[in-house]
């Protein structure tokens, strides 16, 4: 109940957006702190990386980092006991992007065009509310951003965040 209620706020997004300077690798860092016991629980292993390069995002660091547990949240659940990989690279024109696959079964097609409403889920009752990746989808339109759907090479699914430079869009709350 904590978490449907606490999802169902960060969908409503009820706070003011404050916008910084944040290096992805500390992004990255303290969402993996904070979804590490769901690592833990599901038995889920991160793949090392090559990520040299040491990036930065003009954004709201609590929602960025809301929208990356998201993903890895979904990454755990749909590889449990696999693997997931969480990648980052710099795009076109200074933007970046920010990528999650995991070795689950991956998106099935004719989900692919709900999985961003609020409220579609596959899961089952008290797993899922189906709000992880409309509050994504939303945190990406609040930066100008978008989000990518795929297949990824581990086997499962692959989710990219895609960031323009200084993603400073300004919201109308
Ligand atoms: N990594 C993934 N692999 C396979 N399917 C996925 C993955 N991520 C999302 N999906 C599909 O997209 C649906 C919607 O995801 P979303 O995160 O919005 O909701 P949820 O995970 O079902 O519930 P909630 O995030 O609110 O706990 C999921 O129910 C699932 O069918
Ligand atoms: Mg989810």
Wanted: charged share 20%; aromatic share 4%; net charge negative.
């Amino acid at each position: 109940m904590e978490r449907i209620i606490r999802q169902l706020m960060d969908f409503a997004r009820p706070v003011k957006p404050v916008r910084g300077e944040i290096r992805v690798n500390e992004l990255v860092q303290s969402s993996l702190a904070q979804i590490d016991p769901e690592l833990e629980r599901h038995q889920v292993e991160i793949l090392p990386v090559e990520n040299g390069a040491d990036l930065h995002i003009h954004g709201d660091r609590l929602r960025l980092e809301q929208a990356l547990i998201n993903l890895l949240r979904n990454a755990i659940q749909a590889a449990s006991g696999g693997q997931l990989r969480l990648s980052w690279q710099a795009g076109v024109n200074g933007g970046l992007s920010i990528t999650v696959e995991d070795t689950g079964t991956g998106v099935e097609l004719q989900n692919v065009a709900h999985i961003l409403e609020p409220f579609f889920t596959t899961k089952p009752v008290g797993v899922g509310t189906g709000l992880g990746l409309a509050v994504v989808n939303a945190v990406m339109n609040e930066h100008g951003g978008r989000i990518e759907i795929g297949r990824s090479e581990l086997g499962g699914a692959l989710f990219r965040m895609w960031l323009p430079a200084g993603s400073d869009k300004e919201v109308s709350s």
